[in-house]
């Protein structure tokens, strides 16, 4: 369940990080870019996907002790 939600702010992170950067005037499915003032799109874009990916690796890294166990 953490990888999931680990993968989920990584896509939204990125996703949302190339959407501002691009300019894109296409609506956007990312949810940061709807809920949070534009100033704040790119650092917490760049906040989910960073925490997405400490969730990802340190999920792995669990997994990967708990197997050596």
Not at 23 to 30: A, D, I, R, V
Not at 46 to 52: D, K, N, S, Y
């Amino acid at each position: 369940m953490i990888e999931v939600l680990g993968i989920i702010l990584v896509v939204q992170g990125v996703g949302g990080f190339i959407n501002r950067v691009a300019e894109s005037s296409s609506e956007s499915w990312f949810v940061q870019l709807h809920v949070l003032p534009d100033w704040l799109h790119i650092p917490a874009s760049v906040v989910m996907a960073l925490l997405g990916a400490a969730l990802v690796l340190g999920d792995m890294a669990r997994k990967k002790k708990r197997r050596a166990d």
